[in-house]
């Protein structure tokens, strides 16, 4: 009889071994998420900084500008993904609460299961203590198979004892590990609770500004229209300026590419093939296709062009922000920086061209095989036309104008055909 109680124990402490293996699964998933979401985090916490610092520098204007409207617009953007973020964090932090008090309750039972079965084998071995009561037990049996179960059982029995109590040891110290998780859980679950209340206080004051400042702009938006359009035309001219340097220097790389394509040809293939069209290739020699195909194969993964800065302006033709009827037309992106930020090469290259843009600002094209990045808007320049340069290496500075912006416009082509830069960088 108590060999069979023992068999149905068993089976039940089996059952309730898988439960809690598929609880520790589904905490070892939630653990991945919260860990992606606390990158995440960071990253939006990095951003808001970077936001912080940049609006920093222009807070004792009057007035805010355009610009400064955007970047807080920005900011606003990035403070309610963040809230998002500690909201998400919290859903999952409250699903690994609920599976740690799962599991407790869990061990708690396991607890009283080891504890009664224990309780059965010490009451047991006190009936049964002599070798004599054991042989007649054995004997006893039905027949052969039940008395070797009998047998083998007794022989074990001892062992069992000992692992009874080995395993209650196990789940009290399992017990009181989970208490602690739950402890630490439950303190987490409040700071993220803190800290969501927090940006959700600063978020509303963020957006009284924001309204506030859409006011004040909307007053003169006549003459922002008139502003904005003198900047489109100003732009226009530096874009022109850059279009005819990168349609310059793909005619020199295309007339190189073609005449060693040729020769290659007039000496390796056969003369029923020499009229075939050459494919165009900007690249001349195989270290530059190879460096085309290094600038390619990074593509989302190149460096920033500036340690810190925001985005203010997108890639493409779009309608302005905040005035009604102007149409903005971008080649690059616009990235504001902090005062006095360094602008960098995204990739190694050769400097195809340095020249003054119509504003006064130094420009720089560097040449990736068959791709080009363009870096205007520069107060100085460290290199020179021809010179090589490496992947985060310093090119120059950015120019801050009169009202303290500091901004430039960064651009990627492939050939004549321009890429839209934000796909190309991380």
């Known amino acids: 009889m108590f060999y069979n109680t023992f068999k149905y124990k068993f ?135 039940q008395a070797y179960q009998r047998f083998v059982f007794f022989r074990q029995y001892g062992d069992m004892q000992k692992n009874m109590m080995y395993n209650i040891q196990n789940k009290f110290d399992e017990l009181e590990k989970k208490t602690s998780e739950l402890t630490i859980k439950k303190k987490n679950q409040e700071n993220l609770l803190q800290q969501e209340e927090k940006n959700k206080k600063v978020l509303t004051s963020e957006q009284a500004v924001k309204q506030k400042n859409i006011r004040q702009l909307t007053k003169k938006e006549k003459q922002l229209a008139k502003q ?77 062009p500036t340690e810190q800065g925001v985005v203010t302006s997108s890639f493409g033709t779009h309608p302005h922000p905040d005035i009604k009827g102007i149409m903005i037309e971008n080649n690059g992106i616009d990235i504001r920086t902090p005062k006095g930020a360094s602008i960098r090469a995204v990739f190694e290259g050769v400097v195809s061209k340095v020249f003054t843009g119509p504003n006064g600002q130094q420009i720089i094209i560097i040449r990736h095989g068959e791709y080009l990045s363009v870096y205007t808007n520069l107060s100085s320049v460290n290199v020179s036309n021809g010179s090589k340069v490496s992947t985060k290496q310093k090119l120059g500075t950015v120019y801050t104008n009169g009202e303290n912006v500091s901004e430039f416009n960064f651009q990627v082509w492939k050939g004549n055909n321009k890429q839209n830069p934000s796909s190309w960088i991380r």
Do not use: H
């Open 228 to 304: 904005i359009k003198e900047k489109q035309q100003r732009r226009k001219k530096l874009q022109n300026q850059i279009n005819q340097a990168i349609a310059a220097e793909v005619r020199k790389q295309t007339n190189i590419a073609s005449k060693k394509n040729a020769n290659k040809s007039s000496t390796s293939e056969p003369k029923a093939q020499k009229s075939k069209k050459q494919e165009y290739v900007m690249s001349a020699t195989p270290e530059e296709v190879q460096l085309s195909n290094s600038f390619s194969a990074n593509r989302g993964k190149l460096p920033w």
């Open 11 to 145: 089976f039940y402490l089996r059952a309730i071994f898988f439960i809690c293996l598929l609880f520790s699964f589904s905490t070892s998933t939630f653990s991945q998420d919260r860990k992606k979401l606390e990158d995440e985090k960071a990253k939006i916490e990095r951003e808001i900084n970077a936001i912080n610092a940049i609006l920093k520098e222009t807070k004792n204007t009057k007035r805010m500008s355009a610009s400064e409207l955007s970047i807080l617009k920005k900011k606003i953007d990035s403070r309610q993904k963040l809230i998002n973020n500690i909201s998400k964090q919290m859903n999952i932090l409250n699903g690994e609460i609920t599976n740690t008090q799962k599991s407790i309750i869990e061990l708690n039972n396991e607890i009283e299961v080891l504890k009664k079965e224990y309780a059965k084998m010490l009451r047991y071995a006190q009936k049964n203590r002599t070798a004599t009561d054991k042989i007649l037990f054995i004997f006893s049996s039905k027949d052969y198979r």
